[in-house]
């Protein structure tokens, strides 16, 4: 994806020189942006001031780390269980006359 030549502190500046009274087009010449991107920036950051922004992305970190140990976790856990299996099977073939062993 590329990135934006404008940080979301800056977008949500330009958002509200929007609801200061500028229309869309006003605003995309003056930045140098199309009317549809400031649209397009109204809707996903439309209300957000700018502290509420760095608490959202904090927020979305934090997730993204926690999806990725839950993922970690996960994996771990399967690779227990086939281990598992494994000795269980290696543990029945090695009971005498051949008969499986009950734990």
């Known amino acids: 994806m590329r990135k934006s030549?404008?940080?979301?502190?800056?977008?949500?500046?330009?958002?509200?020189?929007?609801d200061a009274g500028a229309t869309m087009v006003e605003v995309g010449r003056r930045h140098g942006v199309h009317a549809n991107t400031v649209r397009l920036w109204r809707s996903k950051y439309g209300g957000l001031e700018t502290s509420e922004l760095v608490r959202l992305k904090q927020l979305e970190t934090e997730n993204s780390q926690m999806e990725r140990i839950i993922a970690r976790q996960a994996l771990e856990i399967q690779a227990m269980?086939?281990?598992?299996?494994?000795?269980?099977?290696?543990?029945?073939r090695r009971c005498h006359n051949g008969a499986t062993r009950r734990l």
């Open 5 to 18: 030549r404008f940080t979301e502190a800056q977008i949500v500046g330009i958002l509200h020189e929007l």
């Open 81 to 92: 269980k086939n281990l598992f299996a494994l000795l269980l099977v290696s543990y029945g």
